[in-house]
């Protein structure tokens, strides 16, 4: 799996974790919205792009990313 889906994940609220494959490259908009997930670790993947509101509306405490990955604002 290279890419997840725009709201590929998105309400469902009971969602408190998950385990994403090393070749994810890119996460859509809206992936994990409405989740339950506090914590999302990317460093094992190959992501370069995320998209908009991918945690919205999520309680997320922390976001984990390679110290390679580049944030555009």
């Known amino acids: 799996i290279q890419a997840l889906p725009d709201k590929f994940l998105s309400d469902a609220p009971n969602l408190i974790d998950v385990r994403l494959p090393k070749s994810l490259q890119i996460v859509r908009s809206h ?24 945690c919205e509306f999520s309680p997320l405490e922390r976001l984990e990313v390679r110290k390679s990955f580049s944030v555009r604002l």
Do not use: I, N, P
Request: hydrophobic share 40%; charged share 25%.
């Open 31 to 54: 992936v994990f919205a409405r989740t339950s997930l506090r914590r999302v670790d990317l460093r094992h993947t190959k992501v370069y792009s995320v998209g908009v509101g991918f």
